[in-house]
Nanobody, 113 residues
Framework: QVQLVESGGGMVQVGGSLTLSCTVS????????MAWFRQAPGKERERVAL???????SYANSVKGRFTVSRDNAKNTVYLQINNLSLEDNADYYC???????WGQGTQVTVSS
């Protein structure tokens, strides 16, 4: 059974940086298409970054240049580095596996001014 566990969320100040991690078990991770989504209070969940099994990446326009998604197949882990955090980045962040249609439990990012 696939399991996704996020970590790395927390409280940071505007302009700071954070790296989220999502460790996956129960599947052949190297073949997985992985994505990061976020959901701010009162808003719909949106995809912010995706990394394919071959390492190809794509980003939402709103985060291009500040977010970097990467993967380490040896560690079964996908990362999301967030730079120059703004108040608009306040949200719960979730990783998602397209192959299994499975979500992690989420990790909260709180940005303070």
């Amino acid at each position: 059974q696939v399991q996704l566990v996020e970590s790395g969320g927390g409280m940071v100040q505007v302009g700071g940086s954070l790296t989220l991690s999502c460790t996956v078990s129960g599947i052949t991770f190297s073949k997985a298409i992985m994505a990061w989504f976020r959901q701010a209070p009162g808003k719909e969940r949106e995809r912010v970054a995706l990394v394919g099994s071959g390492g190809t990446t794509s980003y939402a326009n709103s985060v291009k240049g500040r977010f970097t998604v990467s993967r380490d197949n040896a560690k079964n882990t996908v990362y999301l580095q967030i730079n120059n955090l703004s108040l608009e980045d306040n949200a719960d962040y979730y990783c998602y596996c397209y192959n299994e249609n499975s979500w992690g439990q989420g990790t909260q990012v709180t940005v303070s001014s």
